[in-house]
């Protein structure tokens, strides 16, 4: 999965797999709060357990404060449950990777947090199966991000997205987008919402990377 961030918006996009051609595709991301999201790399199960902490912080936050949480503060809550499960003899340690998109009142923010604890707060990045491909689309083009339009960021998203596939193609089954920034609460595009910005990227005749 890939995320990246202008001035304003950030954008997640993830590629939904599936077992077999038998099953449906696993969804991997996921909304924690209207200006606060979070995509998974690794063991869907422990990804949904850490939203739904996400998810009551956000909302105990806003009972107390009558305010969004902050991103920040957020991720390092969440870095802290990773690492104390490496410190203990009868835990494991959570087997997932969270990419973090939100805004607050200092701005768009990406984070990437590890199952060892660290985290990291990034202007673009990729996690997850064959991800190198698209780090390189990334660092080819992240200077171009903090000015560009939402549609362009999109399009950069799915672009670095297509360049981690071994075989296939995008389609509306397989790839979900999420897009979150200054006035736009966390939204995610998957079926027919993404299949306008797919059929642009069809046409597209430039280099997939």
């Not at 969440?78 to 203990?88: P, Y």
């Amino acid at each position: 999965m890939f995320r990246n961030q202008s001035k304003t918006h950030v954008v997640l996009a993830t590629l939904k797999r599936s077992e077999s051609e038998l099953s449906s595709f696993q969804r991997k991301v996921f909304k924690t709060d209207d200006h606060m999201g979070i995509a998974i790399a690794g063991l869907t199960a422990d990804g949904r357990v850490l939203c739904k902490y996400m998810r009551n912080e956000c909302l105990n936050h806003k009972y107390v404060y009558e305010s969004p949480l902050p991103v920040g503060r957020l991720v390092r809550q969440v870095a802290d449950k990773h690492q104390v499960c490496t410190q203990r003899s009868w835990k494991r340690p959570y087997g997932v990777g969270l990419l973090v998109g939100g805004v607050d009142a200092a701005g768009p923010h990406l984070y990437n947090t590890c199952p060892s604890g660290n985290y990291y707060e990034y202007k673009a990045v990729a996690i997850g199966a064959r991800s190198q491909a698209a780090k390189t689309y990334l660092e080819k083009h992240y200077e171009s991000f903090p000015a560009a339009s939402l549609d362009e960021l999109v399009r950069h998203g799915l672009k670095a997205l297509a360049g981690s596939l071994s075989d296939g193609e995008l389609t509306a089954a397989n790839t979900a987008v999420s897009i979150v920034g200054q006035g736009l609460a966390f939204t995610i595009l998957e079926n027919e919402g993404i299949e306008p910005y797919l059929a642009a990227l069809r046409q597209d005749e430039g280099p997939m990377v």
